[in-house]
């Protein structure tokens, strides 16, 4: 079987236990209901205030967390279905049971090893994520020594110099320490270890923030060119809305574990439906004088609530200055405005 | 002359480490006026807050100023002993950093440190502290102050946090505020707020900020004027406007092409070449040769001076004194005598008329050819 995407992720929903009590515990909803699709060689953006959930979206699919509810597909196969999604028929429409409830799937886990290759993610922080006493050999060549991708030690190091060459690293980089590079030549050998198992599709978490401006462009310009040449797919989490406008051809926007809104780049950075998206791009500092006089920001009242104290209904109620009682009583579910730009609000 | 409110001038900082001399600062000048906002901009390690942290005088243990003067009203405050420092630090100038918790203490509540700052600076009875930090933190907008300053800052989100900090900064009224990165590690609709904050506080009570960022966009929304800083020195100032649209030091046009274009979003970036300088292996010349793509053989051998490029806007860059020499061509023209151009330009002609570029007019000595 095979798809238009090669990622697709469907009411993905990750619940962590929290302690809350002396016996009792609180579901924290980190990811909650979460749908979208990744074609081959696209990049999809995702953003988001610090802990809405966007690293949990990207280790939940990957699996490196076992997921709560949600199913994922790769290339059309299912790679596991956690139970919980509502089935459709050939034509979208959602299959209901005898009782008229929807039909729901069953849990369904698949030995994931081959698609552990094809899907690989690469971190924010260059300096803890890797072994400061490994080797840059070592490093990239670790996951060819777990995946058995060589024939002999010639073939080995072959692969490595080769990796190295396409992330910008010279070969006589290979036999030094990880601690001996700088930020951005980290951030290089991370991704060669990411790229050593040929991979389809590239998990990104941050991996520019930690890095000084005129280095970010020079990682940001790599991971362009290896798109270009390897036709991998990003999901590409940051915080720098211009950075992440840059290189994404769509962007989704997170809120306290739920999507907002999901349209092409440049329609959302245009046109922001979501009253959050909105607000979100209007309180992006502009480096552009003209613009930055010339604007209007939107300044949101308060803080992020709790994700262990979630508003009822829209979790953006609470700072929102279009809510209506609605909202404080149903959840928006999100629904596509034309042309696949995707808006969950009430009134918007 | 006026006087300004703050005058750095040429300073020279550094620090004793197992491999050297850290020369972080060298040569640093820059004037503050009342009411206006600086923005010291650069990449890590140029010497930003190391050049903040020298006019607090709250330098780790190895570090000194070991070049310059910092004049506060026209007096030189690094020669001040310890007690009128202590009085300069929140009376005179106060500063806010990145991690909040960096200044304030975990195991006692705000309202305790609050009033603290205050009783040591003023003579308020303990009443009238309580009464002014409840004041303070409703000017920082801090809801519910009179709860709040039973709260201990782990109770506190991060933009709270912030504008706790604030709120001690301005206890004693400073003239001016200086800020080190103080919304990076903020969410952009958290940074928005404080930035709000700060524009607002600086026009209601009239003081003079210093923001120290590498955020370029933060740099564009709040300052009148700019610093760009590389490798400890100054290489361009101007106003917003000046350093966006007219950048006249490779260094600064570099770091602007770098980041995504804010009409054109998709142009592909061009990053600067090369590595962040390493302060323990400085070249001769100008601190940014070896990344730079324009580097004549003069930019290895000597540090260039400050030029005017235009009104109130100076860069060092060798390139810049290479097009005064259209400029002595012109005033030759105009029969202006030799001396006066050289005065202007640093151009002069030699015995068989061609022109030459000497180096005594920018403090160095000798003459020298641009050659590539
Ligand atoms: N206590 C110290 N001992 C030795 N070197 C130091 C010390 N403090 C700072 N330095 C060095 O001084 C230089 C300038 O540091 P500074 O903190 O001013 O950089 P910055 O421009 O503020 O950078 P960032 O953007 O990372 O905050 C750096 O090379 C730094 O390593
Ligand atoms: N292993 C975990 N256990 C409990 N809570 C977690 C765990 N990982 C993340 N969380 C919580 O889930 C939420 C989303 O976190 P995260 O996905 O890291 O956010 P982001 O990457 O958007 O900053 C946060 O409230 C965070 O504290
Ligand atoms: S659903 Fe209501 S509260 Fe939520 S964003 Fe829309 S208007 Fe605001
Ligand atoms: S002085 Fe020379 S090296 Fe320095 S920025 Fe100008 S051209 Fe480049
Ligand atoms: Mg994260
Ligand atoms: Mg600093």
Known sequence: MSSEYLIEVEHLKQYFPIRTGFVKTTPLKAVDDISFAIKPGETLGLVG????????????LLQLYRPTGGRVKYDGEVIFDAGDVPETDASGEVKLGSDGKPLLSKRLSVNMLPYRKKMQMVFQDPYSSLNPRMTVEDIIGEPLDVHKLYANKAERREKILNLMELVGLNAEHATRYAHEFSGGQRQRIGIARALAVDPRFIVCDEPVSALDVSIQAQVVNMFEDL????????????????VVNHISDRIAVMYLGKMMEMADSD?????????????LLSAVPLPDPKSARERQRIVLEGDVPSPLNMPSGCPFRTRCRYATEQCGAQRPALTDRGNGHMVACWNK | MSEHLLSVKNLHTSFTTDNGQVHAVNGVSFDLDAGKVLGIVGESGSGKSVT???????LAENGSITGGSIEYKGEDITKWNRKQMSSFRGKCCSIIFQDPMTSLNPVFSIGSQLQEAILLHTDKTKAEARERSIELLKLVGVNEPAKRIKQYPFELSGGMRQRVMIAMALACEPDILIADEPTTALDVTIQAQILELMQDLQKKLGMAIIMVTHDLGVIATMCDEIIVMYGGRVCERGTADHIFYEPAHEYTKGLLRSIPNVDNAKERLVPIAGNPINLLNMPAGCAFCSRCDKAMKICLEAVPAERPVGKD???SCWLNDLALQEKAETLTAEGIPAEKIQEQTGWKKDGNG???????????????????
């Open chain 2, 354 to 372: 061609e022109w030459v570029y000497d180096l005594a007019s920018s403090g160095q000595g000798g003459e020298v050819t641009f050659e590539q």
């Open chain 2, 313 to 315: 806007h100076l860069a």
């Open chain 2, 52 to 58: 903040a942290y020298s006019i607090m005088q709250i």
């Open chain 1, 227 to 242: 798109q270009q040449k390897l036709g991998v797919a990003y999901l590409f989490i940051a915080h720098d809305l211009l």
């Open chain 1, 49 to 60: 205030e610090s802990g809405c959930g966007k690293t949990t979206v990207g280790r939940t």
């Open chain 1, 267 to 279: 329609e959302l950075m245009n046109n922001p439906i979501h009253p959050y998206t909105q607000s």
